[in-house]
């Protein structure tokens, strides 16, 4: 049964009401240390979620554990309790060293786990911290050596401790956790892992390793981490969908030269609700947050070429506001916990199921509904069966022609007049082309049956650039034989490598100077700023009146 959402016009299905608790077990029927217990009712946890319930017993008796849950599943629990149960019970003190390690593939995940870490300890005396690329790395070192026992941690800034710290105490480990595993090895951390888990201490060691899915170098981190014989916890398999059921998910076929029409009548109408919008580079992310904020749909943007400063802000921004929009790249698709986020928007389709999966699992968490809207074109309804064979339920959903806003005249006018946004817009069509190219679906995600036409004009040019894309659709370039080289030197402090930014081939001429320079590092305030020292301000009323209807 569809419902009009309010005067939207997009008919979605009727929202799946809040999961309630009947017939799970409830976290007082474990045997928890008291501050433990306390810790957890002052977080509001009270029952257990499937991945719990069938994890936390056995781990509390030290056996290895080998599991896979779908994303909001309360995985990060899941492991954190029987850890810091482990150092109360062996009564650790920060004179004995580090006594749990966790290991995550980004930073953004590492913050998350340490705030929950943070939350679940406040009532123990055991110490924790965290060590991660982009952090200081010599206050880290000394907080290491004064001794810290449950130590969250990127692999990159890990391995440089483990290796370099002296007086960091880790002979007393009693527990590894690996959390992501398929996504640490993903991004390129595989011989960080090889050595991480060959310097670490093995006898007595308990360890945890949780994938979202079982690749063959997943099974041999398992073998090399684990202890023959670990008990495997897959919950997804007893489910009938791979996304939770209070998750309303919908697609929208839609031409490329209205998918920003689109897009920016969806956020017009939804400006008081909490919305994620991905795209598919960073470019891409970039550009629009800064056409969204010009044009007064105030927005935030997160994406793997920010400092990691920025970055860390931005997220914690989101997270602690009731309402707003952040623009972002596959960043912020796995794993983190984001409160109350009411809509996820596909803006650019993922190139794989699993990605689609971790993208909407920022919504609908801990039995909150959710929804999620997937942008197609015509030629990628293919994707829809890639979906279906995973598990993920879908119903299209219509937006009436009449009640999407037509700006297009008014965004090409803002980009004949605004040359930095015009800069801004042509990267970050270069990089959608490019992250186009780059898809493993060939016959759905085919760059050579884009209409360039229409795509240049969803960036809002009337006539496309000429772009050089050096990512062919079929083949391989120059820019990918070095591609392995180039993605190493990218994470190589532990820096998030996403899709986008393997997928933006570098620029071939040299590097700008003097005001291109400039021009290519602005950001939004001083985009605004240029704008009028030009004479390209506004002049058709103050902020966005151009565009109001």
């Not at 085919?446 to 969803?458: C, E, I, M, P, R």
Request: charged fraction near 25%; charge should be positive.
């Amino acid at each position: 049964m569809a419902q009009e959402n309010g005067s939207d016009g997009i008919k979605v299905p009727a929202p799946v009401p809040n999961a309630d608790v009947d017939g799970r077990k409830s976290f007082a029927d474990l045997e928890l240390s008291e501050p433990t217990q306390k810790a957890l009712a002052e977080m509001g946890f009270t029952h257990m979620t499937a991945v719990q319930e069938k994890s936390i017993p056995p781990l509390l008796t030290g056996r290895d554990v080998l599991g896979a849950a779908r994303t909001g599943s309360g995985k990060t629990l899941a492991f954190l309790i029987p850890a810091v149960e482990l150092l109360h019970r062996l009564k650790f003190k920060p004179r004995n060293g580090t006594g749990i390690v966790i290991i995550s593939p980004t930073r953004e995940l590492a913050l998350q786990i340490f705030g929950v870490a943070k939350d679940l300890m406040q009532y123990h005396s055991q110490t924790f911290g965290i060590v991660m690329g982009g952090a200081n790395r010599r206050a880290e070192a000394d907080k290491l050596i004064k001794g810290v026992n449950l130590v969250v941690a990127t692999p990159g800034r890990l391995l440089d401790h483990l290796e370099n710290t002296k007086g960091f105490v880790f002979r007393n480990l009693k527990c590894l956790v690996i959390d992501e595993a398929d996504r640490i090895l993903e991004v390129g951390f595989e011989e960080e892992m090889k050595k991480i888990i060959a310097i670490l201490p093995k006898e007595d060691r308990q360890s945890m390793l949780f994938s979202a899915t079982q690749t063959t170098k997943v099974t041999d981190l398992a073998r090399m981490s684990l202890r023959p014989g670990p008990l495997l916890i897959d919950v997804d398999r007893e489910e009938s969908s791979s996304t939770v059921s209070t998750l309303s998910q919908g697609y929208v076929v839609c031409p490329s030269d209205r998918r920003f029409l689109l897009l920016f009548t969806f956020l017009k109408k939804n400006m008081k609700k909490k919305i994620i919008v991905f795209f598919s580079s960073c470019n891409s992310v970039k550009y629009h947050g800064e056409l969204l904020n010009y044009i007064d749909v105030p927005v935030l943007d997160l994406h793997g070429k920010q400092k990691q400063q920025k970055r860390t802000n931005t997220f914690f921004e989101f997270c602690n506001a009731e309402t707003g929009i952040l623009l972002c790249t596959n960043v912020a698709a796995r794993g983190l916990d984001i409160p109350r986020v009411d809509w996820i928007i596909q803006y650019d389709p993922p190139d794989d199921p699993r990605d689609y999966i971790h993208r909407v699992g920022r919504t609908a968490r801990a039995g909150k509904a959710g929804q999620s809207l997937l942008f197609l074109l015509e030629s990628e309804l293919g994707f829809l069966r890639y979906l279906k064979e995973a598990k993920v339920p879908l119903n299209e959903y219509t937006f009436p022609q009449n009640k999407i806003h037509n700006v297009q005249s008014q965004l090409e006018k803002l980009l004949q007049k605004n040359y930095f946004l015009h800069q801004s817009a042509k990267d970050g069509f270069r990089s959608y082309l490019q992250s186009y190219a780059s898809y493993s679906l060939k016959k759905i995600f085919d760059v050579n049956q884009l209409d360039l036409t229409k795509v240049g004009k969803a960036f809002g040019f009337a006539v496309p650039p000429r772009v050089n894309l050096n990512v062919p659709g079929s083949g391989k370039s120059s820019a990918d034989k070095s591609g392995l080289k180039r993605k190493r030197q990218e994470i190589g402090n532990d820096g998030v490598v996403d899709g986008e930014e393997e997928d933006e081939a570098p620029r071939q001429k040299a590097r700008p100077r003097g005001k291109d320079r400039r021009i290519e590092t602005l950001g939004k305030r001083k985009v605004q700023k240029e704008v009028y020292k030009k004479g390209f301000g506004r002049h058709n009323g103050p902020g966005g009146a151009q565009w109001a209807r």
